[in-house]
């Protein structure tokens, strides 16, 4: 069955720096699409970024130029390598994979990470 285990948050200051591992089992998956999404307490998951197998990845808008996705299949490992993090980047973070199609959304991927709180503060 498939894991994803996120790692890495905390608590940082605005301008500050995070990067977060999730961790995958089995390696399998990690020659699907894989994803971060984000929610802070009473919104929705939203999504942050994908990465495909060929190591292509895409970005939301609001985390462009700020964060950076990467994979190491050998390490059966994803990252999430955050930048210039303002308060408003405050939420859980959940990694996802088992990706559907349809588009970057939550609905569209199937397994998921408990996910790992990031706190920015000003």
């Known amino acids: 069955q498939v894991q994803l285990t996120e790692s890495g948050g905390g608590s940082v200051q605005a301008g500050g720096s995070l990067r977060l591992t999730c961790s995958v089992s089995p390696s399998a998956v990690t020659r699907d699409n894989m994803a971060w999404f984000r929610q802070a307490p009473g919104k929705s998951r939203d999504w942050v970024g994908t990465?495909?197998?060929?190591?292509?990845?895409y970005y939301s808008d609001v985390v462009k130029g700020r964060f950076v996705i990467s994979r190491n299949d050998g390490k059966k490992e994803l990252y999430l390598q955050m930048s210039s993090l303002k308060p408003e980047d405050t939420a859980m973070y959940f990694c996802a994979a088992d990706y559907r199609g349809g588009g970057w959304s939550a609905a569209n991927f199937n397994v998921w990470g408990r996910g790992t709180q990031v706190t920015v503060s000003s």
């Open positions: 990465i495909k197998p060929s190591g292509n990845s």
